[in-house]
């Protein structure tokens, strides 16, 4: 009984260890039968199935994960990388809107411009509350009445101008019926004697400013206690007054005040 493939092939096996293998050893010096039995063998081997390497599978899951990874991390950090970490803030319609910042400091904007100061006059005479009160640039002598109360009941309002724009620190004497009122202011730019030698309509003196104390230039229209302090600090900061007009120098009289008064007073 000639020996089966499976026979030989371990033969020729164990005698090639014995051996080693060298280039004679080639298919064509084997004997017929040991040749087809080593091609028998082969195709035996080739119809098994051939196992997968479980090593080299995990390796190439894990390199493709990490490519994804690096493609996601990728694409959402490269706008704020390029962009320098700040994103654009979006209007609601869709385009870009101007980015916020805060002005450096010293550009802060200046005063407003042609805003005016508020007026302070006294209220004396026959009103409810007799008084300084303060009110907008342009308000009437009216408009300080109802400041101060109103006028009282036995109050003489027609010789006093409610319609007049108030002066700053001039003081406002409401008469009572029987009173003599107070003198009527004159037209600005009227005619008078700039001078001021003569006597003031009426018959009464001129006021020497020169001479003139703080109860005497509170007499004149429109001149308060304020405003008369403010004639003698000017009087004893600069000297006598050379003439009616450099009232004008002094703080709180202005074109409308001077020509209230200038009919009334002189300089000596």
Do not use: C, Y
Not at 159 to 176: F, H, K, M, S
Not at 228 to 255: P, W, Y
């Amino acid at each position: 009984m000639s020996p089966s493939p499976a026979e030989r092939f371990s033969a020729l096996l164990a005698r090639s260890g014995e051996r080693g293998w060298t280039p004679a050893d080639r298919e064509d010096d084997l004997d017929p039968e040991d040749a087809l039995a080593v091609d028998e063998d082969a195709a035996w081997v080739d119809d098994e199935p051939r196992g997968v390497r479980p090593g080299l599978t995990r390796t190439l899951l894990l390199v493709l994960l990490g490519v994804v990874l690096s493609g996601v991390l990728v694409v959402v950090l490269a706008p704020s990388l390029l962009s320098g970490g700040e994103e654009p803030v979006v209007a609601p319609d869709g385009q870009e809107a101007a980015p916020e910042w805060t002005e450096a400091a010293g550009t802060t904007a200046g005063p407003t411009t042609g805003q005016e100061s508020p007026v302070v006059v006294h209220v004396v005479g026959a009103v409810v509350r007799p008084g300084v009160v303060e009110l907008p640039a342009h308000a009437r002598v009216g408009d300080a009445l109802e400041a101060a109360g109103g006028p009282l009941a036995d109050a003489d309002t027609d010789g006093v101008n409610l319609a007049r724009t108030l002066v700053d620190g001039e003081q406002i004497r409401v008469p009572r019926q029987g009173e003599e009122p107070p003198a009527a202011l004159p037209e600005a730019g009227g005619t008078g004697d700039k001078g001021g030698a003569g006597p003031a309509e009426g018959g009464e003196p001129l006021l020497d400013l020169n001479t003139a104390d703080l109860e005497q230039l509170q007499t004149l229209q429109g001149i308060g206690p304020v405003t008369a302090q403010a004639i003698l600090d000017h009087r004893e900061a600069v000297g006598r007054f050379g003439s009616v007009e450099e009232l004008l120098d002094v703080t709180g009289i202005g074109d409308a005040t001077l020509a209230a008064i200038r009919d009334a007073v002189t300089v000596g």
